[in-house]
């Protein structure tokens, strides 16, 4: 495995229970840190592992914030469903990367799609469950640096 690392988080997400098990994911694999752009959701509990005591979750207000604070030389990749976003089957994952999903209902706003450095896509033809879609690409990056 590389020296790198990857943190993952979710754009106005919806749901806790979502984020609890996208950082579940994250604490499985490894991620160095998970975090959200925005609150809409209601704490609850929906980690079981608690995850949190591995790996940190941060809150950004804004994606000009996220931004701001980004690791030095850490693109930002979009998970999206978009006409100028390269499968994930094809892509070549960053040393350093932060995964930005969308909202559960909306995807990534405009605004987060200009933020990112480059957008990747899920194989389908519809939208998929913010924590599923996370995890995929957790997996994916995860298979390629065995490999």
Known sequence: MSRGFFAIGI???????NLGSL?????????AFLFT??????QQSSDTMKSWRGTPLFHFAT??????????SCP??????????????????????A????????????DAMRACHTLVQLPGRHSMNVACAGS????????????
């Open 136 to 147: 995929i690409v957790i997996y994916d990056r995860w298979a390629k640096e065995a490999s």
């Open 76 to 97: 930002l990749v979009g998970v999206e469903l978009d006409g100028k976003a390269v499968s994930l089957a094809s892509f070549c994952h960053p040393t350093r990367a």
């Open 99 to 110: 995964y930005l999903l969308g909202a559960e209902d909306n995807g990534l706003s405009g």
């Open 23 to 31: 950082w579940r994911t994250a604490d499985l694999f490894g991620a």
């Open 63 to 72: 994606m000009h914030d996220l931004v701001e604070h980004l690791p030095h």
């Open 11 to 17: 754009d106005h997400g919806k749901t806790a229970a």
């Open 37 to 42: 752009v925005g609150h809409r959701y209601r």
